[in-house]
Structures are given as structure tokens and as C-alpha cells.
């Protein structure tokens, strides 16, 4: 990802913020949330703002508001997990299970996705489960016709 370190924002070392990203919004609340998550989850929300933009620029009208959504998920994602909520509640963290990857691995040599759609942007949603959440995700997805989904990324968040 092309852009500046976190650091200049007062973001944790290792963290990268597009140049999507301006520095208009990153400020006030949006600011003090993102410092709230830890760095590999402020890259992730980082880059899912980043593709957005790209993408769908037009449709933004508000990417301060946008951008705050999108750190908002993972907050809430990040504190249901320290909360326990539920029976395995927490992330996967850094790598999926064993479990997980072997049915990924199984949508793309079934032909349901390619190796490129199963890229790191979606692995780092699907991190963000919980192993029980992410089988269910993985389930439910390969469960609806490919053509009717759109946004191969999104089926996970």
C-alpha cells in the first residue's frame, strides 16, 4: 500500500495510512477510534477504506463518516472478542486455523472462487472471526449461487 507511516498521526510503528486516506478526516474521534485497535487491525481497516475509495469513490459522500463505519466493525468485532461473547468468540488472530484454511483451500479448487479473490484482504476479514463464526461464513457463502455475489470481500464482514 502506497502512503505514509502511521507514526505521523500518532498511530503504533508498523502501521501505513493510504493516501486515500486525507488527512482532513484523520482527526478527532475517527483518529482517537483507530488508536483504539491494535496495528494489524488499523492496517486492515486502513485498506478496506483504501479499496473502497477506489472502487466506489463516487458513491462516498461522506468519507469521514465512511471511513468511521469501517473502523466502527472492527471495533465492535475487537471488543465482542474481549468480551467473550459467545462460545469461541475470539478472533483467529494473525493466521487462520488449519481448519479454516482447508476450506478455503477447497472453495478454490472446487472453482467457487479463484486464488486471487481468496487474497489477503479477505483472509484478514476472515481472521477477524472467530474459527466456529468463520466456518459458518465459509458455509453460508458456498450455500448461494456465485453469480449473486458481487463482492467477494464482503461476504465476510
Do not use: W
Request: net charge positive; hydrophobic share 35%.
Amino acid at each position: 500500500i502506497e502512503g505514509t507511516s502511521g507514526t505521523r498521526f500518532g498511530l503504533p510503528k508498523g502501521t501505513t495510512v493510504p493516501i486515500t486516506v486525507k488527512e482532513s478526516i484523520l482527526q478527532g474521534r475517527l483518529l482517537d477510534a483507530l488508536r483504539k485497535l491494535p496495528a494489524h487491525l488499523i492496517n486492515d481497516a486502513l485498506i478496506e477504506y483504501d479499496d473502497a475509495v477506489k472502487t466506489k469513490a463516487q458513491q462516498i459522500r461522506n468519507p469521514g463518516a465512511y471511513l468511521f463505519g469501517v473502523i466502527k466493525r472492527y471495533t465492535q468485532v475487537q471488543e465482542r472478542a474481549k468480551n467473550g461473547e459467545g462460545a469461541g468468540a475470539m478472533p483467529m488472530g494473525q493466521t487462520v486455523t488449519k481448519t479454516v484454511q482447508d476450506r478455503l483451500d477447497f472453495l478454490v479448487r472446487d472453482g467457487f472462487c479463484s486464488q486471487e479473490e481468496m487474497n489477503e484482504k479477505v483472509k484478514s476479514k476472515i481472521r477477524m472471526l472467530s474459527e466456529k463464526d468463520a466456518l459458518f461464513a465459509i458455509d453460508e457463502l458456498s450455500s448461494v449461487e456465485r453469480s449473486q455475489i458481487r463482492n467477494f470481500g464482503s461476504y465476510f464482514m
